[in-house]
């Protein structure tokens, strides 16, 4: 089950494409890879996965913007 959202999650592609419609520059895009990890080898990325998953971190919160 991991790894089928984990594969899940990167077979979709880029998701800065999908949440900034109006593209981002390539040192934007580098940035946001940096910051959420997906600039890591897959492997370390399925570790750092597991390991927020162990600790019951499920991920980032997004606030509503009211």
Known sequence: ???VTFA?????GNPFDYLYDD???AE???ELSA???LDRP???QFA???GALATGNFGV???AIS
Request: proline share 4%.
């Open 1 to 3: 089950m991991l790894v």
């Open 61 to 63: 919160r997004r606030a």
């Open 8 to 12: 899940g999650a990167r077979i979709s």
């Open 23 to 25: 593209g981002l520059t």
């Open 48 to 50: 750092a996965y597991v």
């Open 35 to 37: 910051e959420f990890g």
């Open 28 to 30: 934007q895009r580098a």
């Open 42 to 44: 897959l492997p370390a």
